[in-house]
């Protein structure tokens, strides 16, 4: 059974309609990354899958619970970090440990047998009699993360984890998500606007404007961009992607200031451009593709503008 089984998910706010029919199986077990740039859509997806909102259409079914039906058999099995903090900031980290196992209706032993269980896991012991306002972000995270744990989850899902960590912190967050797949066999499914983030992913779902364009493996979307991308930085985007297309036979995106296609040879072609259009090429590169190349191909954009 899948961990997440979601078929023509439709959400409308007012007239805006903000997902527009998402179909996507998440095996168990499975690193899962949503990357989309911001308002493509990934929190209100989370909203749903976490049951706190209801989609118009569609149905969505998380550790075999569906989410409309049965929204309390599906919180017993996921753990949910969102991107605005739910911790109260006045209180210790563990008072907020304790009062989150409450809501999960843990009490008195095992509730602090399995505090004391997250803070050797999350390495937060010297932490846990410290207001969490006291706290760096990325401590603040792991704190985030160890209430959402308590209750034992089989599937973590995790909203823009990264954002506002420092590096270090980054890297502690993603040791952890991996020990956690590790000692549990957990599902963990992240959204992200950042492309380095989601190629640790075993899958990568991209997503533009409320839709799924691609889901696959980063090494299976890379292959599709190319064994090669070029980017021309230019005063002339029109002039220089018209040289490469019709000279070429490359498919370029004019960008502002830039052109990128994927091309195999790429080093001949800047040799190329550059002779025929000396006024127009400012600098040529040629690199491996990366995911935001993959996502510039699948949808005419950048992923962060
Ligand atoms: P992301 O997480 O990818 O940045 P969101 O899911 O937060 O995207 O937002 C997708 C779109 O839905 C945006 O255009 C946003 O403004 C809109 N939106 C999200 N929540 C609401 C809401 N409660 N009411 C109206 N519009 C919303
Ligand atoms: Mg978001």
Redesign the pocket.
């Known amino acids: 059974m899948d961990a997440v089984a979601a078929s023509g998910i439709v959400k409308k706010?007012?007239d805006?309609t903000?997902l527009h029919g998402l179909d996507l199986a998440i095996p168990r077990g499975e690193l899962f990354a949503l990357l989309?740039?911001?308002?493509?859509?990934?929190?209100?997806?989370?909203?749903i899958l976490t049951t706190l909102i209801a989609p118009d259409a569609g149905s969505a079914v998380v550790g075999g619970q569906d989410a409309v039906g049965d929204p309390a058999a599906v919180r017993a099995k996921i753990g949910v970090v969102f991107q605005s903090p739910s911790l109260d900031k006045k209180l210790t980290v563990r008072e907020n440990l304790a009062y989150g196992g409450a809501l999960y209706g843990m009490h008195g032993s095992p509730l602090a047998a399995r505090i004391a269980e997250l803070s050797g896991a999350l390495r937060l012991e010297d932490k846990m009699d410290r207001l969490v306002e006291t706290l760096s972000g990325g401590q603040q995270r792991r704190v985030e993360i160890a209430k959402c744990l308590l209750a034992r989850p089989e599937i973590l899902l995790l909203?823009?984890p990264s954002t506002g960590l420092d590096p270090a912190a980054r890297m502690d967050l993603w040791s952890l998500v991996a020990s956690l797949r590790a000692t549990h066999g957990m599902t963990v499914i992240f959204?992200s606007?950042l492309m380095d983030e989601s190629a640790r992913a075993d899958r990568v779902g991209i997503?533009s404007d409320?839709r799924l364009v691609r889901v696959d493996t980063p090494a299976a979307l890379l292959a599709e961009a190319g064994p090669e991308i070029l980017r021309v930085a230019t005063v002339d985007a029109m002039r220089v992607s018209e040289f490469l297309k019709s000279q070429c036979g490359l498919a370029p995106h004019a960008l502002e200031g830039e052109v990128r296609a994927s091309a195999s040879g790429a080093h001949a072609v800047c040799v190329r451009l550059t002779a025929a259009l000396p006024d127009a090429v400012g600098s040529t590169t040629v690199s491996k593709p990366t995911l935001e190349d993959v996502f510039l191909f699948q949808t005419g954009k950048r992923l962060n503008e």
């Not at 989309?36 to 929190?43: F, V």
């Open positions: 706010f007012g805006l903000v989309g740039p911001n308002g493509s859509g990934k929190t209100t997806f989370f909203r909203d823009e959204t606007h997503m409320g």
